[in-house]
């Protein structure tokens, strides 16, 4: 049997807008589209409007290096103005948990992602992970941060 090897990502950024607000903005699953890199060509395919609370399905599409694939995510946790959970149940992770949290400072709002990940594989999934994974991830949360500024501000 294969060892899962289980992944963490930790990023945090200052908004500087109060927790509401900020929250707000990340409870609008089409704002996803907003926030992801272009070159995943990520959308979101459940139709609106989509009610965010525990339990909630979101079916999306995107490009991973050129393959096509859906992706599924539950809302397992759902804290207004505080934080939220999904977790992948279709894609290509063998476990995508990303807990959301919108923690008040005096300057607005740290927005806090954890991501606990594991892929597919085993050593070939490991090996995946080294070449082109962490890089991908790094890039899609540099940009991620660099959407929300602007989206978020302006």
Known sequence: ??????????????V?????ETFAFFAQARNLERITPP???????????????TGTHIDYRLHL?????????RIEDWRPGR?????????PYR???????FVPHPEGTLVVDHVRYA???????????????????????AFRAAAVRQAVIA
């Open 1 to 14: 049997m294969l060892r899962t090897v289980v992944h963490d990502l930790h990023r945090e950024q200052l």
């Open 16 to 20: 500087r807008r109060p927790p509401d």
């Open 39 to 53: 070159w995943l060509r990520f959308e979101v395919v459940t139709p609106e409007p989509i009610a965010m609370r």
């Open 65 to 73: 290096h050129g393959i096509p694939m859906r992706w599924t995510a």
């Open 83 to 91: 934080e939220f959970v999904d977790r992948q149940i279709r894609g």
């Open 95 to 101: 476990l995508w948990h990303h807990r959301h949290e």
């Open 119 to 141: 892929l597919p594989a085993g050593p070939l999934g490991e090996a995946a992970h080294a070449l082109l994974v962490r890089r991908d991830l790094d890039r899609i949360f």
